[in-house]
């Protein structure tokens, strides 16, 4: 049985060193991922908690 190509593909991790190919190939294997950006050979990537989300319990405590 072949495994599929995503299962042999590292993930993304924010902070990795990459050249632009093993980036590409790698951001093609994940096909849930949000935005990720390859700057100077450094892969950033946003958190994993939506703004919406994490700014709504704390606006009542503001108040």
Known sequence: MMSSPSSSVPALHNGDRLKRP?????????LD???????????????PVPASGHGKPHAPLMT
Not at 22 to 30: D, G, I, Y
Not at 33 to 47: F, H, N, R
């Open 22 to 30: 093993e980036f590409e190939r790698r951001c093609a294997a994940m």
């Open 33 to 47: 991922m949000g935005k990720a950006e390859l700057i100077e050979g450094t892969v950033y990537m946003p958190s």
